[in-house]
């Protein structure tokens, strides 16, 4: 089985994303009010803005960038 290429910024930025979904739907059903969607949602947007920041600075601030 082939390794996941992380230096690919489609996987790695997908990757980030559903850990956040994952993440933020857990602790909506079992923290927070149990509302499964809002937690979704809140996924979705929030890793999809971590996602393109963190892509952003890695490019911007990677050793080969320098």
Known sequence: MAGIDLENPW???A???I???VVSV???AFLLSGNIR???LRGI???TAFAIVYLFLRSRY???AL
Do not use: H, P
């Open 11 to 13: 996987i790695l930025g």
């Open 15 to 17: 990757i980030l994303i």
């Open 62 to 64: 990677s050793e080969d």
């Open 19 to 21: 850990i956040v979904i």
């Open 38 to 40: 809002e937690g979704l």
């Open 26 to 28: 857990g602790m909506e």
């Open 45 to 47: 947007f929030g890793g």
